[in-house]
């Protein structure tokens, strides 16, 4: 079946550090990638996607490249701000019948000041 | 735009209670669906619908009902609310549930129930 891991968390960093939050996924078929964001009492929205090998998504500062051959879709973004601070979750699209995301986690991001 | 709108925002229940979730998409949406999310166990699909008429279930189902009788309203059901139930509940759509879409979520019901 299909699956997503993601590092634990909460991260906390300061402003202006560099994140990367890991993700591995196994999935049968060829997925597509996605990270979305879920801000404070708020639903989660799409940040950035990538539909095959080797592209890499990107958005507001953030960015991930689909590894096939290490099952992975790292996400990262070189000087983060307080308004980073929220829950990042990394999900793929599979055929399993038909396409229901699978999510990971979630991983909690804290910036201080 | 609204998007997918969910009501209430908050809901408190006594256990054994019964009520519904409302859930809206104006984006003429074929593909429906609702989430649970609890601490440290992210996000579970309840149910899922592929267009009006269709529904089936996901990871978590028992408990909640769904129905799909227009393509806008994806209602989720609980029959007898469970402390167990208590969540924060997120409705989602996509155009047509194909590989590259994204999901919209609407901003989620917290529910309690005693």
């Known amino acids: 079946g299909n699956s997503v891991t993601q590092m634990e968390g909460p991260v906390t960093l300061s402003e202006e550090a560099f994140l990367t939050i890991n993700c591995t996924y196994t999935?049968?078929?060829?997925?597509?990638l996605f990270w979305y964001v879920q801000y404070p009492g708020e639903g989660l929205q799409l940040l950035l996607k990538?539909?095959?090998?080797?592209d890499k998504g990107s958005n507001k500062g953030f960015e991930a490249t689909y590894r096939k051959e290490t099952t992975s879709f790292h996400l990262e973004k070189g000087s983060v701000q307080v308004s980073d601070s929220a829950v990042y979750f990394c999900?793929?699209?599979?055929?399993?019948?038909?396409?229901?995301?699978?999510f990971g986690r979630g991983t909690s991001l804290i910036v201080h000041p | 735009n609204a998007g997918v709108t969910q009501t209430p925002k908050f809901q408190v229940l006594k256990t054994g209670q019964s009520m519904t979730l409302q859930c809206a998409q104006d984006?003429?949406?074929?593909?429906m669906s609702w989430y649970r999310q609890d601490p440290g166990m992210g996000l579970r699909l309840i149910h899922y619908?592929?267009?009006?008429?269709?529904?089936d279930q996901g990871e978590v189902p028992n408990g909640y009902n769904v129905s799909r009788s227009t393509t806008e309203d994806f209602p989720l059901r609980l029959l007898s609310a469970a402390p167990s139930q208590t969540s924060v509940y997120f409705c989602?759509?996509?155009?047509?549930?194909?590989?590259?879409?994204?999901?919209?979520f609407g901003s989620g019901t917290q529910l309690s129930v005693l």
């Open positions: 989602a759509s996509s155009y047509s549930g194909t590989r590259d879409e994204k999901l919209f």
């Open positions: 999935a049968t078929g060829y997925p597509s």
């Open positions: 990538a539909t095959k090998a080797d």
């Open positions: 999900a793929l699209n599979s055929l399993g019948g038909s396409y229901i995301p699978t």
């Open positions: 984006m003429n949406h074929e593909y």
């Open positions: 619908s592929v267009g009006a008429g269709i529904t």
